[in-house]
């Protein structure tokens, strides 16, 4: 009993290592993204974004492991709520207004997480303790945003869309948590949700680059200018010569989608998908965090006085 005990421990603490470096570079995801938006399109983002996943988990674990093919319904479902929906709305989102209003919004994943497990799944977390921390906690997440503005400037369109983005999440988290009771390898099952993800980015791109030839003045506000492709020789030329859209490009795709999904989808297998969900309340905390070392952005009192009353929520969301 008391080995089981240990092994116990270790597994979690493995599951809240994976949890918090996963919600690190997600975090970071925000300002890189923000920065490609320059030069890229929002869905040519995600494009690039899921192929160098998809290809960075072949060279990571160059193996197969035989499917069960009704499950790959389940697969095309995570692919599709989990990196589709959710990413591309996102980054549609930040397009439209500011990465604080997106990640205010999002941050709000673990309560749409748990209330769809507990209508499909029959899971029951929605206690007393788990909504009083929900709401503490989004409290600290809107002062961390509001960082030193007079009041949040709310945009309908970015805005609804980063809602439909965190509804998005809740039904990819559910779908992660029946897939995980298939014990699939953690990679494999990861690599063939990237699968089906590449799969439905390729008819993207084939309207975006329909949408491109015949876009002729478009505005940028327009949500269609969002999912175009550019095929200009010259323009691609010019963006793709540019070393820092490379590593923006291989972080976004490569660790934060490749590697962060199969650590997030491991974290859920070991902690619980609800359980574990409530971290994502920390991701526009280390946002800001990390626009102050690398844009030079101002951590205010206002700011600082949140991220405690973030973390502070997640601790009562825990109390049985």
């Excluded at 603490?13 to 890189?32: E, K, N, P």
């Excluded at 990640?103 to 209508?119: D, G, M, R």
């Excluded at 948590?177 to 949700?193: F, G």
């Excluded at 002729?216 to 070393?243: H, T, W, Y």
């Amino acid at each position: 009993m008391k080995t089981f005990y240990h092994a116990s421990s270790a597994g979690k603490f493995l599951g809240y290592m994976l949890a918090a470096v996963t919600i690190l570079f997600w975090g970071i995801t925000f300002v890189s993204t923000k920065y490609l938006l320059a030069d890229f399109s929002s869905a040519e983002i995600l494009f690039f974004r899921v192929i160098l996943a998809f290809v960075g988990l072949w060279i990571i674990h160059p193996k197969t492991e035989k499917i069960q093919m009704r499950d790959n319904i389940l697969f095309a479902l995570a692919a599709l709520t989990g990196i589709i929906f959710y990413q591309l709305m996102e980054n549609i989102a930040i397009h439209f207004t500011n990465a604080s209003n997106v990640s205010v919004i999002v941050s709000i994943c673990p309560l749409f997480t748990a209330i769809i497990s507990q209508i499909f799944l029959k899971e029951k977390h929605l206690t007393f303790w788990f909504i009083l921390g929900f709401v503490i906690s989004i409290t600290g997440v809107t002062l961390v945003c509001l960082n030193g503005s007079t009041r949040l400037q709310f945009n309908p369109k970015g805005d609804v869309l980063a809602l439909l983005s965190a509804i998005s999440w809740g039904f990819y988290s559910m779908i992660i948590s029946i897939i995980n009771r298939r014990k699939y390898d953690p990679i494999c099952s990861t690599r063939r949700i990237f699968f089906f993800a590449v799969l439905f980015m390729a008819v993207i791109a084939a309207v975006g680059i329909f949408i491109n030839a015949n876009a002729g003045g478009m505005p940028s506000s327009s949500v269609l200018q969002a999912f175009s492709f550019e095929i200009d020789s010259s323009v691609n030329a010019a963006r793709f010569s540019k070393l820092l859209n490379w590593v923006n490009l291989l972080f976004l795709g490569v660790v934060a989608s490749g590697l962060c999904f199969v650590a997030w989808n491991k974290a859920c297998q070991i902690i619980g998908t609800v359980k574990i969900s409530c971290g994502l309340y920390l991701i526009s905390v280390v946002t800001i965090v990390f626009a102050f070392f690398v844009l030079g952005e101002k951590i205010t009192p206002l700011g600082a006085a949140g991220a405690i009353i973030t973390i502070a929520g997640l601790f009562i969301s825990e109390k049985k």
